[in-house]
C-alpha cells in the first residue's frame, strides 16, 4: 500500500549566533492511508520542527537543508509555494497544541472556520458560514449557531481544541498533523479530545501523525511509533514491541518515565541533563551518549546506523546488530 | 457592545465636566487677564474698567456660574479682535484644520503602516535600514525649517505649487506633507515591532497551516491585530492635529484654528483664546471618545471588559 506520507532523510537545521542545531536530523517517516502514527519525544527533540518542515512552514533561522517529503507523487520540498498552499489546510491540516493562541482572537471562531473552507472548497461566504456551523455541531460544541459567532477568548481550552479539530477536518485532510494537541489542556477533557480527533479522523479515512511526549497517549492510539532523540528517529517500530522490546536505552527511559501508580515509588525517571537543548552536536558520537546508562565505547567513537530488528522495527544503536536483539532492562 | 457604548459615553461626560473646571481654573489662574490683553502703557484706571467690563471683580462663583451657563447656551464670549460670537469665529476657521489633519493623518497613517509593514516583513534586510532611515529622520525633522526649505524648492525655485492659499487642492499638498512628516515616522517605528510581535505569534502560524496566502495573513490576521496598538496611536497624532497645527499653519497661511489662535496670542483677544482652548479640547475628547468605539470594534475582547 502506497503511504500518504513518505518522509525521507529530512534535515532542518537552525542557523543560529551559537552554531547550526540540527533540530531535525536525518528524518525518514512514513504514514499508512487511515493510520494513526505517532511521533514521541520529550519537548525540544524537534517534532514539531518535523511537522513544520513537512508543511514548509520553518521560518528563519530555520531552513530545510535536505531530504524528501514525498505526497501525492509530488515532493513536496520541491513544489511551488502556491501550489504548497493548496495542500495546506486542504490535504494536509494541522492541530496545535495552544488552542487559545492558535486561534485569531479579533475574529469569530465560526468566520475563521469559513475563511478556510472559503480558501479551499470555493464556497461563498454565506455556504461557509452554514457549514462551519455543521462542522461545530460535528465536534459536539452545543449551541453550534451561536458558538459560531463568538470569538475564541469566549471558549474555554477544551471547547476551542475541538473547534481546532473542526477547522483542521473541514476540508476533509488526507493527512492531519496533530502536535501535542492535549498538552495544554485539562487532564480531564485531554481523553475526550483525544477520542474526538480519533473518531472524526477515521470517519474521513484520514491518517494521523500524532505529536506527542505522552507515551500513554502513544499506546492508546497508535499502532506504530517513531521515538525521536534530538534530531533523530532513534526507534520506531509497532507500538507493543517498543514497549516490550525496546530496543533504544532511551525508548526503554521513556516508557519508564511514564507515571505508574501500581509501580514502586522509588522509580527511575527519564534521565535529564543539558543534552536535550544542547543539539548542536557532533557527527561523530552517538548523540544519547551523554545520558545513556548503557554506554559503551564505541558509542563515543562513532555514530550509530538505523539498523533492523525485523522488517517492522528500527532502531539507531551500537549495541544492536542487524536481526539481532537486546534486552534493554527497564 | 451597548453596554460598552454606555461606559464609554458617561467617561467621556465626566471628561468633558473635568475639562469645563479645569480651563476654568486656568484662566483664574494664570494672572489678570485685563492688564494681559491691555498694552504695557496702559495705565490702572482702564485695567480696572476692563476688570469691570469682562466681569473680573464678580466673586469666583459667580463668574464660574456665567462661565458654565455660557456653554451651556454654546456662548463662548465675543472676540474683542473681531467683534464677532467666538464660536462662529472658531467654527468658521474648523473646517480647515480638520480638512488639513485629516488628510495630514491619512498620509500618516497610510504611509507609516506601510513603511512599518515593509520593515516588519523583511527584519534587518536593506529594505528595513533605508526605512529606519526615513523614519528617524522623519521624526527628528524641524517641521517650520524643512517646510521652509520646500516652499523655497517646490514653490519658489520650481514653482510646482503656491507658496501659500487656500481652497485647492493644490494648496493642501505642502502643508499636509510638512505635518503628515512627524506622525508618520513615529507610526511606522511602532508599526514595525507591533507586526513583528503578532508575526511571531501561534496563530499567524496556525493561519499559515489553513493555507492562507501571505498577503492575506498578514492584512486580514497580522495587520488587524497590530492596527489595535497603531490605532491608539494613530488617534492620539491626529488628535494633536485637530489643535491646529500653529507653526505650519502659519508658515503656509493656512486659516485654520491654530493660526487663529497664534493671532489671537499675538492681539492678546483673552476670549477668543479661552473659547479656542475649549474648543480644541473638546475635539480632543470627542475623537478619543470616536476611537474607543473603533476599539470596541476592532478587538472583541475589550467590548466586555
Known amino acids: ?330 | 457592545m451597548k453596554d460598552y457604548f454606555i461606559r464609554r459615553s458617561l467617561l467621556t461626560v465626566v471628561a468633558l465636566v473635568g475639562l469645563i473646571v479645569v480651563v476654568f481654573l486656568f484662566t483664574q489662574s494664570i494672572g489678570d487677564p485685563a492688564s494681559i490683553m491691555l498694552p504695557d502703557w496702559a495705565t490702572e484706571e482702564m485695567i480696572q474698567a476692563l476688570r469691570d467690563k469682562m466681569g473680573l471683580n464678580d466673586p469666583l462663583y459667580v463668574q464660574f456660574g456665567r462661565y458654565v451657563s455660557g456653554l451651556l447656551r454654546l456662548d463662548l464670549g465675543t472676540s474683542l479682535w473681531q467683534g464677532i460670537p467666538n464660536l462662529d469665529l472658531i467654527m468658521s476657521r474648523l473646517p480647515a484644520t480638520f480638512i488639513l489633519a485629516l488628510v495630514a493623518i491619512s498620509l500618516a497613517a497610510f504611509g507609516g503602516v506601510f513603511l512599518g509593514a515593509l520593515a516588519a516583513i523583511w527584519p534587518r534586510s536593506v529594505v528595513d535600514r533605508v526605512i529606519s532611515f526615513i523614519t528617524t529622520l522623519a521624526v527628528t525633522s524641524v517641521d517650520f525649517w524643512v517646510a521652509l526649505m520646500l516652499i523655497l524648492l517646490v514653490s519658489v525655485k520650481l514653482g510646482w505649487l503656491p507658496t501659500s492659499g487656500y481652497g485647492e487642492v493644490k494648496h493642501i499638498v505642502l502643508p499636509a506633507l510638512m505635518i503628515a512628516l512627524r506622525p508618520m515616522g513615529r507610526i511606522a517605528q511602532v508599526t514595525r515591532p507591533a507586526i513583528m510581535d503578532e508575526l511571531a505569534k501561534p496563530y499567524i502560524l496556525a493561519a499559515r497551516a489553513r493555507g492562507l496566502s501571505t498577503s492575506r495573513v498578514i492584512v486580514r490576521h497580522a495587520a488587524r491585530n497590530a492596527g489595535i496598538v497603531l490605532l491608539t496611536l494613530t488617534g492620539y497624532e491626529f488628535a494633536g492635529l485637530v489643535n491646529g497645527s500653529a507653526i505650519i499653519e502659519t508658515v503656509f497661511g493656512w486659516p485654520g484654528v491654530g493660526f487663529l489662535l497664534v493671532q489671537a496670542i499675538k492681539l492678546r483677544d483673552w476670549p477668543l483664546i479661552v473659547g479656542t482652548t475649549i474648543v480644541v479640547a473638546v475635539m480632543v475628547i470627542v475623537i478619543n471618545f470616536a476611537i474607543d468605539l473603533i476599539y470596541g470594534w476592532l478587538d472583541p475582547r475589550i467590548r466586555y471588559h
Open chain 1, 1 to 330: 500500500m502506497e503511504p500518504v506520507i513518505r518522509v525521507n532523510d529530512l534535515s532542518t537545521y537552525f542557523y543560529t549566533g551559537a552554531g547550526v542545531l540540527r533540530a531535525v536530523d536525518g528524518v525518514s517517516l512514513h504514514v499508512d492511508p487511515g493510520e494513526t502514527v505517532a511521533l514521541v519525544g520529550e519537548s525540544g527533540c524537534g517534532k514539531t520542527v518535523c511537522s513544520l518542515s513537512i508543511m514548509r512552514l520553518v521560518r528563519p533561522p530555520g531552513r530545510v537543508v535536505g531530504g524528501e517529503v514525498w505526497f501525492e507523487g509530488r515532493n513536496l520540498l520541491d513544489v511551488s509555494e502556491r501550489r504548497m498552499r493548496r495542500i495546506r489546510g486542504d490535504k494536509i491540516a494541522m492541530v496545535f497544541q495552544e488552542p487559545s493562541l492558535s486561534f485569531d482572537p479579533v475574529y469569530s471562531v465560526g468566520a475563521q472556520l469559513a475563511e478556510t473552507l472559503v480558501q479551499h472548497k470555493k464556497l461563498g461566504r454565506r455556504e461557509a458560514l452554514r457549514k462551519a456551523v455543521e462542522l461545530l455541531k460535528m465536534v459536539e460544541i452545543a449551541d453550534a449557531e451561536r458558538r459560531a459567532a463568538s470569538y475564541p477568548h469566549e471558549f474555554s481550552g477544551g471547547m476551542l481544541q475541538r473547534a481546532m479539530i473542526a477547522l483542521a477536518i473541514s476540508c476533509e485532510p488526507r493527512l492531519l498533523i496533530a502536535d501535542e494537541p492535549t498538552t495544554s489542556l485539562d487532564v480531564t477533557i485531554q481523553a475526550q479530545v483525544l477520542e474526538l480527533l480519533s473518531e472524526t479522523s477515521q470517519s474521513l479515512g484520514s491518517a494521523v501523525l500524532l505529536i506527542t511526549h505522552n507515551f500513554g497517549i502513544v499506546s492508546r492510539y497508535a499502532k506504530r511509533a517513531y521515538v525521536m532523540y534530538a534530531g533523530q528517529v532513534v526507534e520506531t517500530g509497532p507500538v507493543h514491541k517498543l514497549y516490550q522490546e525496546p530496543q533504544h536505552p532511551y525508548t526503554a527511559d521513556l516508557w519508564a518515565s511514564v507515571l505508574d501508580l501500581d509501580r514502586p515509588k522509588k522509580t527511575r525517571v527519564l534521565p535529564s541533563g543539558k543534552g536535550i537543548s544542547d543539539l548542536v552536536h557532533e557527527d561523530s558520537k552517538c548523540a544519547y551518549f551523554p545520558l545513556c546508562q548503557h554506554r559503551e565505547l564505541e558509542c563515543e567513537r562513532e555514530r550509530p546506523e538505523l539498523v533492523a530488528v525485523d522488517s517492522s522495527h528500527h532502531v539507531l544503536c551500537h549495541r544492536v546488530h542487524s536481526g539481532g536483539s537486546v534486552h534493554v532492562k527497564q
